[in-house]
T-cell receptor, first 118, second 114 residues
Framework: AQKVTQAQTEISVVEKEDVTLDCVYETRDTTYYLFWYKQPPSGELVFLIR??????QNEISGRYSWNFQKSTSSFNFTITASQVVDSAVYFCALSEAGGSSNTGKLIFGQGTTLQVKP | EAQVTQNPRYLITVTGKKLTVTCSQN?????MSWYRQDPGLGLRQIYYSMNVEATDKGDVPEGYKVSRKEKRNFPLILESPSPNQTSLYFC?????????????FGSGTRLTVV
């Protein structure tokens, strides 16, 4: 069965600290997609990144970076020099790629609440 | 602007009073789905639709109905809401990009059943 685990329920840091949000996933599919979403206090889901299972290149976007390691089934997210505006709930999610059993479902982790204090 | 539009954003209702949450997308996506978000549980799929007139249950379909009479609309129907359906609901549509699938989410509907 597919599963996504975000073991960190809440993280609190002081502004300008670096912080890493962990995501571990389980799937038997060889082709799949991984996502990170940000949910600010206003409640909407903001797409951050999509990574397919064949692309293990790490990615950097400004202060955000993602480390994808198939060997450990992890897709961790690091915010460098955190800011108060980064305070939000962050979700990691997994989706299967296709086939007759494809329900198109996104499997979400439980979410990590990040609080960045000034 | 390409988007998924949900209405209403906020709704307070009483137990047993039928309600519909609307979802509309303007991107001609075939696939649409509904999720509910509860504290500590992340988001869970309620129903999904592969295309017009093709709907199926997700992980938590009890107490909900959906319909897909046209491609752009995918309403979520609560025929007899109960307090345990108090939640934050998201509609999503799926698209195919060069590197695989992606999802566009609506802004969410915060439902309270008293």
């Amino acid at each position: 069965a597919q599963k996504v685990t975000q073991a960190q329920t809440e993280i609190s840091v002081v502004e300008k600290e670096d912080v890493t949000l962990d995501c571990v996933y389980e799937t038997r599919d060889t082709t799949y997609y991984l996502f990170w979403y940000k949910q600010p206090p206003s409640g909407e889901l903001v797409f951050l990144i999509r990574r397919n299972s064949f692309d293990e290149q790490n990615e950097i976007s400004g202060r955000y970076s993602w480390n994808f390691q198939k060997s450990t089934s992890s897709f961790n997210f690091t915010i460098t020099a955190s800011q108060v505006v980064d305070s939000a709930v962050y979700f990691c999610a997994l989706s299967e790629a296709g086939g007759s059993s494809n329900t198109g479902k996104l499997i979400f982790g439980q979410g990590t609440t990040l609080q960045v204090k000034p | 602007e390409a988007q998924v539009t949900q209405n209403p954003r906020y709704l307070i209702t009483v137990t047993g009073k039928k309600l519909t949450v609307t979802c509309s997308q303007n991107m001609n996506h075939e696939y649409m789905s509904w999720y509910r978000q509860d504290p500590g549980l992340g988001l869970r799929q309620i129903y999904y639709s592969m295309n017009v007139e093709a709907t199926d249950k997700g992980d938590v379909p009890e107490g909900y109905k959906v319909s897909r009479k046209e491609k752009r609309n995918f309403p979520l129907i609560l025929e007899s809401p109960s307090p345990n359906q108090t939640s934050l609901y998201f509609c999503a549509s799926r698209f195919r990009a060069a590197t695989g699938f992606g999802y566009t989410f609506g802004s969410g509907t915060r439902l309270t059943v008293v």
